[in-house]
């Protein structure tokens, strides 16, 4: 990589960190915004490096926001974790960039994190080029009960009574904290309807293992950052409960891509399709993945790849 640097950022009042990795200089900058809530984004770089390989054509900045990660270093960013505050967080990132690199950014958000890229698009579109949300969360009701639905549906079809059990225990919606949260992902994730193919199981394993082979976490990073998964989860879970970006959020003012996986389970493609018909933006394009989950961008990489070389050459949103 002719750029691969690591470095903190004071946003909000706390110290974050962002690993930006290219190869051009003239590239423009694409910011990327993880999913969770409380998943970090550095020790994705080198998976995403080499299965979608964007650094080629864009600037990447990979960012582990307030709570996350290796941020977790300043507790600072443990005392005010909500929606707005890390929409905050991430125009005053964009704004960094802005003036180190010239121009607008663009933005790819995963789940949660494109429902932050949106907020921070909708307060400052003068910094953001184009949004790219995958999965994103729209309908935080909707998207409980249909996981839910979904992974008690799937355990009985299947005779899973240990699913059964636990799904029965903390029963229907909403989960508000976060052992009823994870139970409820647990049993979505190992059927399917959050990677094709993966179990909660081995999403966890590759997540330790992702970040114990990064460069840019110590193991009391590592301890941190598992640790801190819960903690921002319990923060954000009653927000996130009664969240509907259709009255919340209902114009945006930068072209935005919606990539939505046809198999995805936790945020449904009916609300994805409703938010979308109500939704005000210069341009807006819905793209569906056809044999993706809630993770197009690691179940079919090439048709990723090509989509957001395709964004950055203005045939979809970007403007």
């Known amino acids: 990589m002719m750029i691969d640097t ?3 950022i004071e946003l909000g009042g706390s110290t974050q960190w962002i690993r930006t990795r290219g190869q051009n200089q003239s590239n423009p900058v694409l910011l990327m915004i993880q999913q969770g809530p409380g998943l970090p984004m550095l020790n994705e770089a080198p998976h995403f490096g080499r299965t979608l390989g964007l650094e080629q054509e864009f600037t990447v900045v990979y960012w582990d926001q307030r709570g996350c990660g290796r941020s ?5 960013g443990t005392s005010e974790i909500s929606l707005d505050r890390m929409a905050q967080d991430a125009v005053s990132l964009l704004e960094v960039l802005r003036d180190r690199w010239g121009g607008k950014c663009y933005v790819v958000g995963f789940s949660f994190g494109a429902t932050v890229g949106a907020r921070a698009g ?3 579109p003068d910094l953001v080029r ?5 999965g994103m969360d729209v309908d935080g009701e909707a998207a409980a009960n249909g996981a839910y639905d979904f992974a008690v549906q799937t355990a009985l079809t299947r005779g899973n009574k240990r699913a059964a059990r636990q799904l029965e225990a903390i029963g229907p919606p909403p989960h508000l904290t976060a052992k009823q949260f994870s139970t409820r992902v647990r049993w979505a ?3 399917g309807g959050v990677t094709t193919g993966e179990t909660y199981g081995s999403i966890a394993r590759g997540l330790v ?3 114990l082979r990064s460069p840019d976490y110590s193991l009391g990073d590592v301890v941190r950052t598992l640790r801190g998964v819960s903690a921002t989860q319990e923060a954000l879970l009653s927000e996130l409960a009664v969240m509907d970006l259709a009255q919340s959020l209902p114009r945006i003012g930068v072209p935005i891509v919606m990539v939505q996986g046809r198999l995805d389970q936790v945020a449904l493609g009916e609300a994805a399709q409703r938010y979308f018909d109500q939704l005000s933006a210069p341009s807006q394009q819905l793209i569906w993945f056809e044999h993706s989950a809630h ?3 690691l179940e079919e990489t090439d048709l990723f790849r090509r989509l957001m070389v395709q964004v950055r050459a203005g045939e979809y949103a970007a403007k």
Do not use: G, N
């Open 6 to 8: 690591l470095e903190p």
């Open 72 to 76: 977790l270093r300043d507790s600072r």
């Open 122 to 124: 909708a307060l400052r």
């Open 130 to 134: 184009a949004l790219v949300a995958v």
């Open 189 to 191: 994730s190992t059927f």
């Open 209 to 211: 293992a992702s970040l």
């Open 295 to 297: 993770t197009p961008q």
